[in-house]
């Protein structure tokens, strides 16, 4: 089955500094990277994702990038602010029908003011 | 506004009793999902369901069972075979089987055993 890795476990950056998540997958049979955030006792949300037709996705400060054939991705959030402090969760999974989601184990996030 | 709601927030178990977490979507989604978090894990998937009166076990099924009677709610029971029930335990629903959209999560039930 699909098993997914998370680096860093956490991370700190200073205010407006740039954060880098980083998850590899292992099933050359998913083409849906969604990436989630975790509030402190709340449920995840999705802040982006994307599929294997591309390359790299944007929204705003954050991008996400796919390298298919080294089978990792990453997420980039620039200028990063206090609000941003949260879990970030990566997931891989193939798409149509059900197909299951895996999860990578969660970076823990922190913006230092 | 459309959403998942989960409850209670916090629940507390006795040894050998079992309880039941509920969730309720009023997103007119297809699928639900039960998903287990514990400290430095990711999301453990307990069960799922694509349809009314359907559902399959996960990866964690063992000590857990659930029904899907109306499309709107898919209530976890965490039975006394579960030998370790203490985690935070997350409901999650797609708007379809491709999750175009990804999981929409509630925001989660804390269970501990006292």
């Known amino acids: 089955g699909e098993n997914v890795e998370q680096h860093p476990s956490t991370l700190s950056v200073q205010e407006g500094d740039s954060a880098v998540i980083k998850c590899t997958y292992s099933d050359s049979a998913s083409n849906y990277f969604p990436w989630y955030k975790q509030e402190l006792g709340k449920g995840p949300q999705l802040i982006i994702d994307?599929?294997?037709?591309?390359g790299e996705k944007k929204d705003q400060r954050i991008a996400v990038t796919l390298n298919k054939t080294a089978k990792h991705f990453s997420l980039h959030i620039t200028e990063t602010q206090p609000e941003d402090s949260a879990v970030y969760f990566c997931?891989?999974?193939?798409?149509?029908?059900?197909?299951?989601?895996?999860f990578g184990t969660g970076t823990k996030l922190q913006v230092i003011p | 506004d459309g959403g998942i709601t989960q409850s209670p927030k916090y629940l507390f178990r006795k040894e050998g009793q079992n309880v039941t977490l509920s969730c309720e979507q009023n997103l007119n989604h297809d699928a639900m999902y039960w998903y287990r978090q514990d400290p430095g894990q990711g999301l453990r998937l307990i069960y799922y369901s694509q349809i009314v009166n359907d559902f399959q076990k996960g990866d964690i099924a063992e000590g857990y069972s659930v029904s899907r009677e109306k499309k709107e709610s898919f209530p976890l029971t965490v039975t006394s075979a579960q030998k370790n029930p203490t985690a935070f335990y997350l409901c999650?629903?797609?708007?379809?089987?491709?999750?175009?959209?990804?999981?929409?999560f509630g925001s989660g039930t804390r269970l501990t055993v006292v």
């Open positions: 994307i599929r294997s037709n591309v």
């Open positions: 997931a891989a999974s193939p798409l149509g029908g059900y197909q299951k989601v895996t």
């Open positions: 999650a629903s797609s708007a379809d089987r491709d999750r175009v959209k990804g999981y929409t």
